[in-house]
């Protein structure tokens, strides 16, 4: 959207770097924004925000380059769940500068993601698409089901949770959720318990499936010996952080036809052309869409966060998704 750099600087200023916004969501921001007394200047992407930057109090957007060029930043709030790579930024250290994501607008996408590539794995569909792709008819792979599975969900946050609610309806399975605390305040999961109590479980799990935070305390917790904990045919799916489990370690037990996997996240992103994770078997790759912000209603979603937040901060009032960023999240 073309803005005019030699009118003068307004007082406050909202800066919103949010691609795929429709014309009705665009103008509810600027009202929004207006009725608080800011002007809210909206872009497609970074390189037409940065002219505007050295009045921005607020900031909507993806990327550190944004805060660092913002020197009256007051809040930065994110549209990604994951904020891995921002609470390395020096200007997040500051208490003065509030930073904030969009955790709660993913789990509708990253469930429906999830459940695909599950049944995707569990009904053979790759060897289908093989079969047909070579005009052959066999209908005799062996397939498997969710119903009576023994599922674990670490990470029991947004996406855990909106998962097990979808996963409920395929008929009785185990759902375990595993967090930090082990709480499981809607009774989505049969049991719920602290993360101290992995190690117990995963011999007892079928399917695996990580939805957690990239933090120093996640780093490689699906190490080679908790993989190895898994029973032969364990189905292992990440859509939180690659960086939560050993990517080698996984690849052997991959490639020893021990488990199978989904990956949406990687260690490295993208996935570099050499990498032999490319041709790995048992392994099915998507390259981090489960919970990008092609959905509209993932849109619409980070939108209403923000615009509630936006209440809160103008009333003076705390941020509801405010990051700590010594935790990480
Ligand atoms: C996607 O991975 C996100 O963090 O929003």
Not at 172 to 182: K, W, Y
Not at 233 to 243: H, P, Q, T
Not at 276 to 299: D, E, K, S
Request: charged share 25%; aromatic share 6%.
């Amino acid at each position: 959207m073309p803005h005019d750099s030699t009118a003068p600087a307004p007082r406050r200023r909202l800066v919103a770097v949010l691609p795929g916004l429709d014309a009705q969501q665009q103008a509810r921001l600027t009202a929004a924004a207006a009725a608080q007394g800011f002007e809210a200047l909206l872009f497609e992407e970074d390189a037409a925000a940065l002219p505007w930057l050295e009045e921005a109090e607020i900031v909507l957007g993806q990327s550190a380059a944004l805060a660092r060029r913002s020197p009256r930043l007051r809040w930065f709030c994110t549209p990604s769940a994951g904020v891995d790579h921002l609470v390395r930024e020096e200007r997040f250290r500051s208490p003065d500068v509030a930073l904030t994501n969009s955790s709660g607008a993913y789990g509708v996408t990253i469930a429906e993601h999830t459940v695909m590539v599950i049944l995707e794995v569990l009904r053979r569909q790759a060897d289908y698409a093989g079969i047909v792709a070579r005009r052959e008819w066999r209908r005799d792979l062996p397939v498997r089901s969710i119903k009576g599975s023994r599922i674990l969900l670490l990470g029991t946050g947004d996406i855990g949770r909106e998962t097990a609610l979808r996963l409920r309806a395929f008929g009785p399975a185990r759902l375990t959720g595993v967090s930090r605390r082990g709480l499981d305040p809607d009774g989505l999961f049969d049991r719920a318990v602290p993360v101290e109590m992995l190690d117990s479980l995963l011999p007892e799990t079928d399917i695996l499936i990580i939805s957690l935070p990239g933090t120093p305390q996640t780093r490689r917790l699906l190490d080679a010996d908790r993989l190895a904990r898994l029973p032969e045919g364990a189905l292992l799916v990440n859509v939180g952080r690659g960086s939560v489990l050993d990517q080698q370690a996984l690849a052997a037990e991959l490639c020893a036809g021990r488990l199978c996997a989904a990956l949406d996240v990687f260690e490295t992103e993208p996935i570099p052309p050499a990498d032999p994770l490319w041709v790995c078997p048992n392994l099915l790759i998507t390259p981090h869409v489960a919970g990008n912000m092609t959905l509209p209603y993932t849109r619409e979603r980070i939108l209403s966060l923000f615009l509630e937040d936006f209440e809160n901060y103008c009333a003076g009032r705390p941020l509801r998704r405010r990051v700590d960023p010594r935790r990480g999240y």
